[in-house]
């Protein structure tokens, strides 16, 4: 984007229809304000044009760096496999285009890193980072309570992320990077610090579980200034989708997830309610919420130069290196400590 939007609506590319994006694509559409989608890539190309042809105004560009540098196209939505955000983001970075990247930043620490240090070269904060609890209302109330002081300081941090099931390729290590990773953001959103050390345990696994999966896993982090935080991640649990944080303070703790919706009394003597079946329902809110402030921060970044308002490449970068002392850890059973340089050392990040 040459700093001008060219159009009253901000015009998106939306790279990658699958479940992220096809999702974002309907919100962007129908629930957002501001922006509408203008270009759709995907590596299915028949895909990309059923989904265009539902959309007035929107037309399929059948490469990834072509549609990023579209003159039509003032801001591009990533939401492609993991593996091809590197190459796509420097290409967001090389043609100045404002990018909402769905996690992870990429796949890698060296890769992520790579990204951080050519954004800050560039001097903007073109980079938001798909990290969508920070724009869910409970976690918003949480973190408001603790930067209010109303816990005191805080001092532990219990985590529970469980799913009913996962996809047949979803591996141990995928527990860490691609479930655990939502914990790694929250524990640094909530605390404002980073993450120094991880240690995942194993027990035994759920028979229920594919072979050979470790499932459930218990990770262990310590931050900066030594407080502690467990997270308990089980994805094959058959129930639901529940995802809990509790934050122990000098004066007193605040649980968020109880997920209890309405409760309902029936007979005999019975009580009830319903979980959220996934993560689209439990977390609908916070991606609408998400996208509408990356909308209206990318057309307000004309005037600033930043172009976010929310988790940035830093933070991407950080989750990446929490991940891959993890997965070490998962490896090894041993706490590892987390390799990462500092952020001052980068001018800009
Ligand atoms: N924030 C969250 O809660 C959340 C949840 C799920 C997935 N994600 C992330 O969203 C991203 C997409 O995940 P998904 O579950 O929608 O995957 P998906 O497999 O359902 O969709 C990916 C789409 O990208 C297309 N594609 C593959 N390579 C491409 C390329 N080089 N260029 C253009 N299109 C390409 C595929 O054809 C497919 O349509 C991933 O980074 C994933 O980690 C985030």
């Known amino acids: 984007m040459s700093n001008e939007l060219r159009s009253t609506e901000l015009r998106i590319a939306v790279l990658g229809v699958g479940m992220m994006g096809a999702d974002h694509v309907r919100r962007i559409t129908g629930a957002i304000a501001g922006a509408r989608v203008a270009v759709i890539n995907d590596y299915d190309s028949s895909k990309a044009e059923a989904l265009a042809a539902t959309i007035p105004g929107c037309r399929v560009v059948g490469d990834p760096i ?14 492609t ?29 060296e890769t992520s890193l790579a990204v951080v240090k050519a954004e800050a070269e560039l001097g903007k904060k ?13 976690y918003e109330q949480l973190k408001a309570l603790i930067v209010a002081g109303e816990l005191g300081r805080p001092l532990v941090v219990h985590c529970a992320h469980r799913n009913p099931a996962v996809p047949p390729h979803f591996d141990s290590a995928m527990i860490v990077k ?11 959103f909530l605390l404002d610090e980073e993450i120094t050390s991880v240690q995942i ?8 579980a594919p072979q050979g999966l470790a499932d459930p896993q218990i990770a262990l982090f310590s931050t900066e200034s030594g407080k502690h935080v467990d997270a308990e991640v089980f994805v094959t ?11 122990v303070g000098e004066l007193g703790s605040a649980m968020i997830g109880l997920d209890v919706g309405l409760v ?24 609408d919420s998400e996208i509408q402030r990356w909308v209206d921060a990318v057309v307000a970044g004309a005037e600033t130069g930043n172009y976010i308002d929310g988790p940035g490449a830093w933070d991407g970068y950080a989750a990446a290196a929490v991940c891959a002392a993890g997965v070490k850890s998962l490896e090894s059973g041993e706490r590892v400590a987390v390799d990462m340089v500092q952020r001052s050392s980068i001018a800009g990040a």
Not at 126 to 138: H, N, P, S
Not at 178 to 188: A, G, I, M, N, Y
Not at 201 to 208: E, T
Not at 264 to 283: D, H, M
């Open 66 to 79: 072509d549609a990023i540098a579209d003159p039509d196209v003032d801001a591009v939505l990533l939401a």
């Open 81 to 109: 496999p993991g593996p091809t955000h590197e190459k796509q983001l420097l290409a967001c970075i090389e043609h100045g285009k404002p990018v909402m990247c769905e996690k992870p930043l990429t796949t890698d620490v």
């Open 126 to 138: 073109l980079i938001q980072v798909g990290f969508m609890r920070r724009f869910d209302t409970e």
């Open 178 to 188: 691609d479930s655990l990773v939502h914990e790694v953001d929250v524990t640094r």
């Open 201 to 208: 345990i194993k027990p035994s696994a759920n028979p229920a």
């Open 237 to 247: 649990t058959g129930v639901a989708y529940e995802v809990r944080t509790e934050v």
């Open 264 to 287: 309902r009394k029936t007979a005999p003597g019975t009580w009830g309610g319903q979980i959220t079946p996934s993560f689209v329902e439990r977390f609908g809110q916070a991606y």
